[in-house]
């Protein structure tokens, strides 16, 4: 794992069963060809704290959630997280196997993270509403 997203400052997250079973196969299947974000995704779901499907909390951000965040640039975005073989840039659906994409799943409204962009970058957001 790059000594980055160690330092890190990670909040509390919550990952549904399901969620967490499928993202941690779809990490594993592409550590050869994505390393950087599946070693990210997978610390995110190492330290995730898993949950039965059907019982994450509303206001969490779940895979197919539609989520507003703030970047620290202070643009908003809203974007809703999908598996890359629905990502669409023109719809604003962003996959998990993208650096922010990994960064927000499991955080709730309220919640910020640090993250690490594709360019090496480093970068915070703010959740600021999560829907279905």
Same mark, same amino acid.
């Given at each position: $794992?790059?000594?980055?997203? +160690?330092?890190?400052?990670?909040?509390?997250?919550?990952?549904?069963?399901?969620?967490?079973? +499928?993202?941690? #196969?779809?990490? @594993?299947?592409?550590? *050869? +060809?994505?390393? *950087?974000?599946? *070693?990210?995704?997978?610390?995110? $779901?190492?330290?995730?704290?898993?949950?039965?499907?059907?019982?994450?909390?509303? &206001?969490?951000?779940? $895979?197919?959630? @539609?989520?507003?965040?703030?970047?620290? #640039? &202070?643009?908003?975005?809203?974007?809703?997280?999908?598996?890359?073989?629905?990502?669409?840039?023109?719809?604003?659906?962003?996959?998990? $196997?993208?650096?922010?994409?990994?960064?927000?799943?499991?955080?709730? *409204?309220?919640?910020?993270?640090?993250?690490?962009? +594709?360019? &090496?970058?480093?970068?915070?957001?703010?959740?600021?509403?999560? &829907?279905?």
């Amino acid at each position: $794992m790059p000594a980055l997203a +160690r330092n890190r400052s990670v909040p509390n997250i919550i990952v549904s069963n399901a969620d967490y079973e +499928r993202l941690t #196969d779809l990490a @594993t299947a592409s550590l *050869e +060809r994505l390393p *950087e974000v599946a *070693e990210e995704l997978l610390s995110e $779901m190492d330290r995730a704290k898993i949950v039965r499907d059907g019982s994450v909390p509303a &206001g969490v951000v779940r $895979m197919g959630s @539609t989520v507003t965040f703030r970047s620290d #640039d &202070g643009r908003e975005r809203t974007e809703t997280l999908v598996y890359p073989v629905d990502e669409d840039s023109d719809a604003h659906r962003i996959s998990v $196997m993208t650096p922010v994409g990994a960064a927000l799943i499991g955080l709730a *409204e309220g919640q910020s993270i640090s993250w690490t962009a +594709r360019d &090496g970058r480093r970068h915070e957001l703010t959740v600021v509403k999560v &829907g279905p």
